[in-house]
């Protein structure tokens, strides 16, 4: 009898647990700071995983970036490592560019940023003027720049247009990636910072200050102008300068200046 009894209980025991195993079964949820948490996943998507607690029928979302691994009931386990976290996510695409091959001893003048630091306002029109007032000192010194060749600007600009890129990012883009897309292996990039005053007179000021409606007598200007010059990607001359005078046109003369101590430049 007392074996029938001992042989009732261990069965009764046994199916207790088979019963929890496969009947109460539940999903585990590894947290990347080591926590365990037995839950009922209701869903997952791309962003997050909703669960319940066992008896519960309250439901709690947790950010997939702080799940490392889930187990689930059925025994399939999934690992949530980052770069499996970043194919689910959908991110931002990033911008392409189309490379060209490097034509040696080549030089690239970009379009020159000109900001008024008073008001944070751009001249998209003074951007390309200052840059064709630098292409064409080149231009008239190519014998002081031997053995460089000046890329023509059209050329510098429709490559730059192609790729997206105008003058108010001109100077946010990597050195190498705007090398590549020109297709030279020496770039001059400069910048203009001013601040602009009347001295006298009534005007109404546009859109852009250098060609508002007042004398050119005046307006005054406090030019800053940076100026770097980069050879297979490492800058190997960099400059600040201010003019002397504060004429409109006093920006050039500072950068003509630079130019002539520059390491390309040979006297």
């Avoid at 909703?50 to 029928?57: A, C």
């Avoid at 379009?111 to 840059?131: D, G, W, Y």
């Avoid at 190498?176 to 009534?202: P, R």
Wanted: aromatic share 12%; hydrophobic share 35%; with cysteine.
């Amino acid at each position: 009898m007392k074996i029938i009894i001992k042989t009732l209980c261990l069965f009764f025991v046994a199916s207790n647990f088979l019963f929890a195993q496969n009947g109460d079964k539940l999903d585990k949820i590894v947290k990347k700071n080591y926590e365990v948490l037995d839950v009922n996943i209701k869903r997952i998507t791309e962003k997050e995983v909703e669960y319940s607690f066992p008896n519960e029928d309250l439901v709690t979302s947790l950010d997939l970036s702080k799940v490392a691994k889930i187990t689930y009931k059925s025994g399939r386990t999934q690992e949530f490592t980052v770069s499996e976290q970043e194919q689910m996510t959908a991110s931002p695409e990033k911008k392409s560019y189309t490379f060209i091959p490097i034509k040696p001893n080549t030089i690239a003048v970009l379009l020159v940023p000109f900001l008024n630091t008073e008001n944070q306002r751009s001249s998209a029109e003074m951007a390309k003027i200052a840059q064709n007032d630098i292409y064409n000192r080149l231009i008239d010194k190519t014998s002081n720049i031997f053995p460089l060749q000046v890329q023509d600007i059209r050329t510098t600009n429709s490559l730059l247009k192609k790729s997206g890129i105008d003058y108010t990012e001109i100077d946010e883009i990597p050195i190498e990636d705007l090398s590549n897309i020109l297709g030279v292996d020496n770039v001059l990039a400069c910048k203009v910072n001013y601040t602009m005053s009347i001295t006298s007179g009534t005007y109404v000021i546009g859109d852009d200050d250098f060609f508002s409606k007042i004398s050119e007598e005046d307006k005054s200007f406090a030019y800053t102008i940076y100026f770097d010059l980069y050879k297979k990607n490492v800058k190997i001359y960099s400059k600040t300068r201010q003019p002397f005078f504060n004429m409109q046109d006093s920006w050039i003369d500072s950068v003509n200046y630079l130019l002539k101590r520059s390491p390309i430049y040979t006297r």
